[in-house]
């Protein structure tokens, strides 16, 4: 039963352009969302959270937008960079301290010049 | 800041033969974590530590054991190794929650022949 999904393995996507990375959620208890992003070779990088009070939240190149009713969320990269291909990473958790992540399948990006 | 060290970072085993994979941190962490990351599955939790002298089963945890071994140490023990087992194994730590999100280490590559 996964209950993070994220339905593209994969996206190319020219430099310069936007990338959007979607991910669905199952559990209503979860509140709370992050993305990670992890190059070959090396363990996932914190990259950008939300919580389930705001539907937006921006960090320099990458914004991630929250849509709870359809339990959807997705993280938008503009400018795309050679640098950014990665493989991406959703996860969601309840609230709580003792919470602990449930992460997707993952999308592989593929940013071209 | 060392962040996440595991060990080994490859490991061939025998089916049947036991091993024990290590991690520790350097960040003054509460939680730690054990993940395994599988083609088309994701991250899935195997067993994480919530703080120093407590364990708990995540989504995976047949044919493991761990120990938290102080605040800085939470190993994971394979007893007797088996093919499904192949894969790669992530620690990871958080200070206490989800909210920071979590620090990760390179991984373990393990191939059970």
């Known amino acids: 039963d996964q209950q993070v999904k994220q339905n593209s393995p994969s996206l190319s996507v020219q430099e310069g352009r936007i990338s959007i990375l979607n991910c669905d959620y199952t559990?209503?208890?979860?509140?709370?969302f992050l993305w990670y992003k992890k190059y070959p070779a090396e363990g996932p990088t914190f990259l950008i959270s939300i919580s389930s009070i705001k539907d937006k939240n921006e960090d320099g190149r990458f914004t991630v937008f929250l849509n709870k009713s359809a339990k959807h969320l997705s993280l938008h990269i503009v400018p795309s960079q050679p640098g950014d291909s990665a493989v991406y990473f959703c996860a969601a958790s309840p609230t709580g301290t003792a919470s602990k992540l449930t992460f997707g399948t993952g999308t592989r990006l593929q940013v071209t010049l | 800041n060392a962040g996440v060290t595991q060990t080994p970072k490859f490991q061939v085993l025998k089916t049947g033969q036991s091993m024990t994979l290590q991690c520790a941190q350097d960040m003054n962490h509460n939680s730690m974590y054990w993940y395994r990351q599988d083609p088309g599955m994701g991250l899935r939790l195997i067993y994480y530590s919530a703080s120093e002298g407590t364990t708990d089963k995540g989504e995976v945890p047949n044919g493991y054991n761990v120990s938290r071994l102080n605040k800085r140490e939470f190993s994971l023990r394979l007893e007797s190794a088996a093919p499904s087992q192949t894969s790669v194994y992530f620690c990871?730590?958080?200070?206490?929650?989800?909210?920071?999100?979590?620090?990760f280490g390179s991984g373990t590559r393990l191939t059970v022949v």
């Open positions: 559990n209503s208890m979860f509140d709370y």
């Open positions: 990871a730590s958080s200070p206490r929650g989800v909210h920071y999100g979590y620090t």
